[in-house]
């Protein structure tokens, strides 16, 4: 079983900061991409950014220059560093892997954190 612990999230004044951590631990073997998804109330879940093993990043047009997404191989974990928030950025957000466990590769969900910037 492998599990996904995501902290971080809750309330902040627009312009402010939030760092968002996943840590994820159990029966994992490696992981290759990581990354944060967002789903905000009527909408769809929408990419943040990824992350390879390699450092490689990918970032959602509407996050670029704000957001900064990093890991630590050593402790499985990956961050988000999300500063200049907005309204707009309200949303639950949810860590997202690619690894190998036991049974092969596959893709593993954290249960989310909110974040909810005020205007």
């Known amino acids: 079983q492998v599990q996904l612990v995501e902290s971080g999230g809750g309330l902040v004044q627009a312009g402010g900061s939030l760092r968002l951590s996943c840590a994820v631990s159990?029966?994992?073997?490696?992981?290759?991409?990581m990354g944060w998804y967002r789903q905000a109330p009527g909408k769809q879940r929408e990419l943040v950014a990824a992350?390879?093993?390699?450092?490689?990043?990918n970032y959602a047009d509407s996050v670029k220059g704000r957001f900064t997404i990093s890991r630590d191989n050593a402790k499985n974990t990956v961050y988000l560093q999300m500063n200049s928030l907005k309204p707009e950025d309200t949303a639950n957000y949810y860590c997202n892997i690619w690894g190998v466990g036991i049974g092969g590769r596959s893709a593993y969900w954290g249960q989310g954190t909110q974040v909810t910037v005020s205007s």
């Open positions: 992350i390879t093993m390699g450092g490689s990043t």
């Open positions: 159990g029966n994992i073997f490696s992981i290759n991409t």
